[in-house]
Nanobody, 125 residues
């Protein structure tokens, strides 16, 4: 079983950038079909942000972050990162890293099996 730990969150002004990192231990990230990032704002449900496929490295993004966020994976370091640029106040949320054993998981939150504790991202206007 894998343990996931997120880091890199913080407070940033609108228009700024942050880079989140998800470090895995206990199992190689390359053994999971998808490694994804999700977020949850206060009073809202957890939502999909981005994911990357093990099979061919395909990347999928929520429409709200497309063109601003980039997901990447480093198998040697066993990490998955999320580069966030042009941040907006509506990006404020707790960001979670997750791993899925399901080949069709993609954007479906319910099909991710392992989750980190989350890291807070706050974007001020």
């Amino acid at each position: 079983q894998v343990q996931l730990v997120e880091s890199g969150g913080g407070l940033v002004q609108a228009g700024g950038s942050l880079r989140l990192s998800c470090a895995a231990s206990g199992r190689s990230l390359s053994s999971y079909y998808f490694m994804g990032w999700f977020r949850q704002a206060p009073g809202k449900e957890r939502e999909f942000v981005a994911t990357i496929s093990r099979r061919d490295g395909s990347r999928y993004y929520a429409d709200s972050v497309k063109g601003r966020f980039t997901i990447s994976r480093d198998n040697a370091k066993n990490t998955v990162d999320l580069q966030m640029n042009s941040l907006k106040p509506e990006d404020t949320a707790v960001y979670y890293c997750a791993a899925s054993n399901r080949v069709y998981a993609v954007r479906n939150t319910d099909l991710y099996d392992y989750w980190g504790q989350g890291t807070q991202v706050t974007v001020s206007s």
